[in-house]
């Protein structure tokens, strides 16, 4: 079921996305690959990295969102295993892991999918130079890798997001501006 909202969310943003089974669905914005996994049973049966990897196709994603009714239960149980992945075997994966509620779906999945272009902007285009210094580092104008102007359902109103990024310190921001 949150699955459905997912692409139906991700094609009112103009993102392609593709079903790649049940409880799986991957989207690419630029180079970035986002994962949007939608469990239906209410705790995982991975009991390995392998199982993981074959499920949810985690080594060739950027960013995985997990859409539960309690995600961050979920997002523990996998960054464990990524860890254990790590430290038993060494494979490390780099992949971002990010929960959002099936309660509060709408608005978290414009957060997640923010959080998750502010994660790798570098990977979203070439970028623009902007007037803005990057308030880290102070040696590099900021680029501008992605605007988008879309209608928020978290602040009700049409805004302009956009994500930023310095090639010199991997400073990053996203910034979003109200219209209405």
């Given amino acids: 079921m949150e699955c459905n909202a997912v692409v139906e969310y991700l094609g009112e943003r103009g993102i392609y996305a593709e079903r790649k089974w049940v409880e799986l669905v991957v989207a690419s914005v630029g180079a970035l690959r986002i994962g949007f996994w939608c469990p239906r049973e209410e705790f995982p049966t991975f009991d390995d990295i ?106 009700r109103g049409r805004v302009v997001e956009s994500i930023y990024g310095c090639p010199a310190c991997s400073f990053r921001a996203r910034r979003v501006e109200l219209l209405d």
């Fill in 50 to 155: 392998d199982d993981l990897k074959k499920s949810l196709h985690i080594d060739s994603l950027d960013v995985l969102v997990v859409v539960s009714y309690r995600p961050y239960v979920l997002v523990d149980y996998l960054s464990s295993l990524l860890e254990r992945a790590h430290r038993w075997y060494g494979v490390q994966f780099d992949v971002k892991l990010l929960g959002v509620s099936s309660v509060d779906l709408e608005t978290g999945l414009e957060e997640a999918l923010g959080k998750a272009m502010v994660e790798k902007p570098h990977k979203l285009g070439g970028g623009v130079k902007s007037e803005y210094r990057c308030p880290q580092c102070t040696k590099e104008y900021l680029y501008l890798y992605r605007q988008e102007r879309y209608f928020s359902r978290k602040y």
